[in-house]
């Protein structure tokens, strides 16, 4: 009797464990991929079934997605206190919600030309010869006009999106980083980048894109480099504070400067690991990006990993289902519950930081304004918009870390709403008669062209709590 109970314990640990230690699919192959190869056509002749479906990266589509989805949108008409909160900076030109890999450097060249201004920098991520167009240019590659630094990237891959090589070693098909900056990174938080198991591999390839990073300026605003801001973080808890922190310590990384407040800021961008690894439950239960975003499928008679990475509602939750016994409809409800209750918050710590942002500028204009009292307004307008800036540009708008992204947003409202109060004390003090509420003035600030893009002329201020809760 008693042997039964190990066969019961050992096939119920087996089955947990495929939950979060999916098995491998297809046994990898090993033909030969010559050495630095880019194209992926090429990789595709060995793989045919993987690159078949990465290249299904072009498709679009909303699907039963209520936030994201595939399809060129654009931010500023969604969020409209962005016009105010990024007035000054490309981001406030223009700012579209993402899509699929395929696209990554086309939608970077047809961007609004301000966003490219830092210069090469901005290749980074966009294409997979930017490791070897920073080895060979060195500075130059992060400061040269970008123009010029895409002209060196070969003719037939002047639109290349992401390729095999930025993910796998061609020889082995192992995962590997290709960004320099991933192993300096990775050690800062304390974590050995030499033995990282296969589930942490899973998800920092794509971190290697999906994080947040600092382009730190000379004295003349020339981008001198990039790094990720981990450097005051442990692994599995990178806050918002420590980036801040970062961002903080060395005036070459504030990156621009807010015009209707006059204050110089950082930038966060996309932190989508940052937010997923700091203590979410998916993320202690050990699922990786993979798991959610590249799950297995069935192609004939061969299983592969997913190398359409896309929102998990467009695929009717068919990665979810891999580990919950929940119906497809409930996982969806789920998601979307939890997307609400963040864009209702960060429509309101946004706004209050916009209000700010706007009584900051009428108290700058006041010749006999309490000084001490403006510079808290500012202090806290930054903390402020660190905050709203982390939930808002990450993109799973909370559903990583949906107790995390609560908090951020929070503490956003809170330092908001201090900042708001200090600058209007400010300006009764200097005797201004005020409103109750300032007028965004928001058409003043609304740079978008139009470009093909869903515009929307008649912004979208409503809270969700206004039509629903
Ligand atoms: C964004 C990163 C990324 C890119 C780009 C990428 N892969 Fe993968 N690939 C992965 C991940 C993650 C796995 C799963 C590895 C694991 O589970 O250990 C994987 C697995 C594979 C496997 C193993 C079998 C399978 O399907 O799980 C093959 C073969 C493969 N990829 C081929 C390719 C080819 C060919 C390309 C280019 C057309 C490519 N990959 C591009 C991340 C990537
Ligand atoms: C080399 C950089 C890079 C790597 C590596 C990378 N991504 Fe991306 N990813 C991007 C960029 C850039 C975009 C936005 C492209 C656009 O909008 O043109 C994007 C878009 C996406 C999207 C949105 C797709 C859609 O249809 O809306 C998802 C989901 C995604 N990535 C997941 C992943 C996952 C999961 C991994 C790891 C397996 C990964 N990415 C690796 C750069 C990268
Ligand atoms: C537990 C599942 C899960 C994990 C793990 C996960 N995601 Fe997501 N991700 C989601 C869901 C759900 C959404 C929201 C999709 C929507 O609203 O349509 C999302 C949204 C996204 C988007 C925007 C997609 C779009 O359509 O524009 C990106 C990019 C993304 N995730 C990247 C990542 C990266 C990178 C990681 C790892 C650091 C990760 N995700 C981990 C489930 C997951
Ligand atoms: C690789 C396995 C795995 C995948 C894939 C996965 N989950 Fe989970 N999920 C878990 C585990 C483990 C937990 C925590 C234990 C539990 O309560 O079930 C969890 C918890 C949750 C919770 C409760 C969260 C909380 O904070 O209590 C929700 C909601 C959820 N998952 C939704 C999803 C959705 C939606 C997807 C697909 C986009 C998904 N999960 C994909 C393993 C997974």
Redesign the pocket.
């Known amino acids: 009797m008693k042997k039964y109970w190990w066969v019961i314990i050992v096939a119920a640990y087996l089955l947990s464990l495929a939950g979060c230690a999916p098995p491998k699919a297809e046994p990898v192959k090993t033909a030969s991929i010559p050495a630095g190869e880019i194209d992926p056509a090429v990789w595709g002749k060995v793989y045919p079934l993987e690159y078949e479906s990465f290249m299904k990266t072009r498709e679009g589509g909303q699907?039963?997605?209520?936030?994201?989805?595939?399809d060129l949108k654009d931010k500023l008409s969604e969020y409209p206190y962005q016009l105010v909160l990024l007035d000054g900076w490309g981001f406030g030109v223009e700012f579209n919600?993402?899509?699929g890999h395929f696209y990554m450097l086309t939608d970077q060249l047809d961007i609004d030309p301000s966003r490219r201004k830092p210069g090469g920098v901005c290749l980074s991520c966009k294409t997979p010869y930017a490791p070897q167009l920073k080895e060979k240019m060195g500075l130059d590659y992060f400061q040269k006009p970008y123009d010029q630094v895409h002209a060196q990237i070969p003719k037939n891959h002047a639109n290349q999106g992401l390729a095999c090589i930025d993910c796998h070693e061609p020889d082995s098909m192992d995962l590997k980083f290709s960004r320099w900056f991933m192993n300096d990174a990775i050690q800062a938080t304390g974590k050995d980048p030499q033995s990282l198991t296969r589930q942490e591999k899973r998800?920092?390839v794509?971190?290697q894109?999906?994080?947040t990073y600092v382009i730190p300026r000379d004295k003349d605003m020339k981008p001198v480099g990039l790094f990720l801001p981990w450097q005051k973080s442990q692994w599995g808890k990178i806050s918002v504070e420590d980036i801040e922190a970062v961002i903080k310590s060395d005036p070459a990384n504030l990156e621009w400067k807010s015009k209707i407040t006059d204050v110089k800021l950082g930038q966060i961008r996309?932190p989508?690991?940052e937010?997923?690894?700091n203590g979410?439950t998916?993320?202690k239960s050990g699922?990786?990006?993979?798991?959610?975003?590249m799950p297995y499928e069935r192609v004939g008679s061969s299983k592969i990993s997913s190398h359409q990475?896309?929102?998990?509602?467009?695929e009717d939750?068919k990665?979810?289902l891999q580990c919950h016994n929940q119906s497809p409809q409930w996982l969806r409800d789920q998601?979307?519950l939890i997307?609400d209750r963040t864009n209702s918050i960060a429509t309101r710590a946004g706004n209050q930081n916009a209000q700010a942002a706007k009584a900051i500028e009428l108290a700058n204009k006041t010749a006999s304004i309490d000084q001490k009292l403006l510079a808290d307004a500012k202090a806290l307008y930054e903390k402020a918009y660190y905050r709203v800036n982390f939930v808002t540009a990450e993109?799973?708008?909370g559903?990583?870390n949906p107790e995390e992204a609560m908090r951020v947003l929070g503490e956003g409202l809170y330092y908001a709403d201090q900042s708001l109060i200090k600058a209007r004390e400010a300006l009764i003090k200097a005797g201004v008669n005020l409103p109750d509420k300032f007028d965004l003035e928001l058409q003043k600030y609304d740079k978008r062209g139009t470009k093909g893009l869903p515009y929307k002329p008649e912004l979208n201020m409503e809270l969700v709590s206004d039509k629903k809760y």
């Open positions: 699907g039963l997605s209520k936030y994201k989805g595939s919600e993402p899509r998800t920092l794509c971190a894109c999906h994080n996309h989508e690991f937010l997923y690894s979410s998916h993320w699922v990786s990006c993979a798991d959610c975003h990475p896309q929102s998990p509602l467009k939750m990665a979810c998601v979307t997307q993109n799973s708008m559903f990583h």
